[in-house]
């Protein structure tokens, strides 16, 4: 049987945010769940999370920062 991403652990000690239904699968994967505004962003080092598609410009914003991106019109 195939192990699915939280069933690995993948996120032991790191802390996340996700759709607050499945706060509960990020703490059994290690992970501590932040729970923030639908339209906000976490980061935790390079790892860049949001709640749900409300939150895009945010995580967008977070992503490019952590990438070293920078855009200019």
């Given at each position: 049987?195939?192990?699915?991403?939280?069933?690995?652990?993948?996120?032991?000690?790191?802390?996340?945010?996700?759709?607050?239904?499945?706060?509960?699968?990020?703490?059994?994967?290690?992970?501590?769940?932040?729970?923030?505004?639908?339209?906000?962003?976490?980061?935790?080092?390079?790892?860049?999370?949001?709640?749900?598609?409300?939150?895009?410009?945010?995580?967008?914003?977070?992503?490019?920062?952590?990438?070293?991106?920078k855009?200019a019109?």
């Amino acid at each position: 049987m195939r192990k699915s991403i939280f069933q690995a652990e993948s996120f032991k000690g790191r802390k996340l945010t996700a759709y607050p239904a499945v706060g509960p699968e990020v703490t059994i994967a290690g992970g501590e769940f932040q729970n923030i505004p639908v339209d906000g962003a976490y980061v935790d080092g390079n790892l860049v999370t949001a709640p749900a598609w409300p939150a895009h410009p945010a995580f967008i914003r977070e992503f490019l920062k952590v990438m070293g991106a920078k855009v200019a019109i």
